[in-house]
T-cell receptor, first 114, second 114 residues
């Protein structure tokens, strides 16, 4: 799996956009970028994933650079409930029942301040 | 869709006893499930990959005789911590892979061994 690098922590003001960067310079052509978050004492929650095009859903937007060596997760209007550890993971897409393992790094602790 | 239910959410047991944790896929069939362990302020560490109808594959350093995994059906995988000791106290999380959502996680089980 391609290794990812994320800042250990970030702060964001409530109501502002939170932009979380991730470097994955060794990503392969068939590897997707996944983002998960983990609120304290809960299981990780899927946020979004993408291959090379920018993606948007009800939770966030994912911006992937043209060379795919880095990406940014954007929470457009951060709330206090968005305080969590955010994990950027690079992996081939599972084809339902795949044995491919999902390996977590240390992630970024995003703290949303009032 | 793609909900994984994990039970119990927390358990306290005496040293030397065994504890079983259940992980169920509620609205899909999970051929493969994954078990993670997370110590305080650390990231998730993969323990084993559970395959329906076959033996689990354990990560290096994880004792297969201590952490028994059974995946007898397409909707249920169990992790049994045998002869638990205080150092086994941790947050255990299961996960399953799906086509649409990547990997979906249970809510976790907080195990405390006293």
């Amino acid at each position: 799996d391609a290794k990812t690098t994320q800042p250990p922590s970030m702060d964001c003001a409530e109501g502002r956009a939170a932009n979380l960067p991730c470097n994955h310079s060794t990503i392969s052509g068939n590897e997707y970028v996944y983002w998960y978050r983990q609120i304290h004492s809960q299981g990780p929650q899927y946020i979004i994933h993408g291959l090379k095009n920018n993606e948007t859903n009800e939770m966030a937007s994912l911006i992937i650079t043209e060379d795919r060596k880095s990406s940014t997760l954007i929470l457009p209007h951060a709330t206090l409930r968005d305080t969590a550890v955010y994990y950027c993971i690079v992996r081939v897409a599972p084809s339902g029942g795949s044995n491919y393992k999902l390996t977590f790094g240390k992630g970024t602790l995003l703290t949303v301040n009032p | 869709g793609a909900v994984v239910s994990q039970h119990p959410s927390w358990v306290i047991c005496k040293s030397g006893t065994s504890v079983k944790i259940e992980c169920r896929s509620l609205d899909f069939q999970a051929t493969t499930m994954f078990w993670y362990r997370q110590f305080p302020k650390q990231s998730l560490m993969l323990m084993a990959t559970s395959n329906e109808g076959s033996k689990a594959t354990y990560e290096q350093g994880v004792e297969k005789d201590k952490f028994l995994i059974n995946h007898a059906s397409l909707t249920l995988s169990t992790l049994t911590v045998t002869s638990a000791h205080p150092e086994d106290s941790s947050f255990y999380i299961c996960s399953a892979s799906t086509v649409s959502y990547g990997y979906t996680f249970g809510s976790g089980t907080r195990l405390t061994v006293v």
